[in-house]
C-alpha cells in the first residue's frame, strides 16, 4: 500500500537553528498538507500546497516558516529560526483530488524537540 | 467556537464489546466531510472512515461504522467486537467545502484515548 514517507523519524535541535522536515508524499497526490501536533493535544493544521504554491496556512504559519517541493517528489517544511515552543510532532500528508475513499494519507510524523 | 468537538477525553471497553466515541461538528458549509482517524502509541494517523454530506447512509469500514445525524450535527464512531488492539487515540476531524475538494485543511478535534480490556 503506497504512503508517506517522513524523515527524520525524531530531531533534537537547539534553540534559533534552522531545521527541514522532509516528506515523500505518495506520488500521484496533488495535494500535500503540514499539521503538528504539540504533546498531548490536538492536531493542528499549518500549510496546504497545491501546484507548486501554498493554497492555504494557518496563523501558526508564520514568517518562520516556509514549504517548497523542490524536485517534484520531496515536501519539506523548514522552520529558521527554532523556538522552545516549536517542540511537537509534525505531519506530512497527501491526498488525490478526492478524499472520499482514502482520505488524507498522513505519514509516520517527525518529533521535533527544541532544546 | 469550536469546529469539532469531542467530549470524552478517554474510555474503556471491554475486548468483544462494541463502543460508540462521540463527535459533534459546526460548520455552515452545507457540503462538508467527516473523517475519523486512529493514532496508536506509535503515533501514525491511520485512516479509518468517512462520510460526506451529502451521502444518504452511514458508512461502514469493516468494524467501524459512523452513526451520522445531520440535523444533530453529529458523527459518532462505532468500533463492534473491540480488539486489543484497537486501543489508541481516535480523532474527528472535518473538511469543510466542496465534496472533491482534496486542497481543504481537515479540522481535529481534541480526540478520545480508548483503552480495551481483556
Known amino acids: 500500500e503506497p504512503e508517506v514517507t517522513q524523515t527524520p523519524s525524531h530531531q533534537v535541535t537547539q534553540m534559533g537553528q534552522e531545521v527541514i522536515l522532509r516528506c515523500v508524499p505518495i506520488s500521484n497526490h496533488l495535494y500535500f498538507y503540514w499539521y503538528r501536533q504539540i504533546l498531548g493535544q490536538k492536531v493542528e493544521f499549518l500549510v496546504s500546497?497545491?501546484?507548486?504554491?501554498?493554497?492555504?496556512k494557518s496563523e501558526i504559519f508564520d514568517d518562520q516558516f516556509s514549504v517548497e517541493r523542490p524536485d517534484g517528489s520531496n515536501f519539506t517544511l523548514k522552520i529558521r529560526s527554532t523556538k522552545l515552543e516549536d517542540s511537537a510532532m509534525y505531519f506530512c500528508a497527501s491526498s488525490e483530488e478526492s478524499t472520499e475513499v482514502y482520505g488524507y494519507t498522513f505519514g509516520s510524523g517527525t518529533r521535533l524537540t527544541v532544546v | 467556537a469550536q469546529k469539532i468537538t469531542q467530549t470524552q477525553p478517554g474510555m474503556f471497553v471491554q475486548e468483544k464489546e462494541a463502543v460508540t466515541l462521540d463527535c459533534t461538528y459546526d460548520t455552515s458549509d452545507p457540503s462538508y466531510g467527516l473523517f475519523w482517524y486512529k493514532q496508536p502509541s506509535s503515533g501514525e494517523m491511520i485512516f479509518l472512515i468517512y462520510?460526506?454530506?451529502?451521502?444518504?447512509q452511514n458508512a461502514t469500514e469493516g468494524r467501524y461504522s459512523l452513526n451520522f445525524q445531520k440535523a444533530r450535527k453529529s458523527a459518532n464512531l462505532v468500533i463492534s467486537a473491540s480488539q486489543l488492539g484497537d486501543s489508541a487515540m481516535y480523532f474527528c476531524?472535518?473538511?469543510?467545502?466542496?465534496?472533491?475538494?482534496?486542497?481543504?485543511?481537515?479540522?481535529f478535534g481534541a480526540g478520545t484515548r480508548l483503552a480495551v480490556h481483556p
Open positions: 476531524a472535518m473538511r469543510e467545502g466542496q465534496g472533491s475538494g482534496g486542497y481543504n485543511k481537515l479540522i
Open positions: 462520510q460526506g454530506s451529502y451521502d444518504q
Open positions: 500546497f497545491y501546484n507548486n504554491e501554498i493554497s492555504e
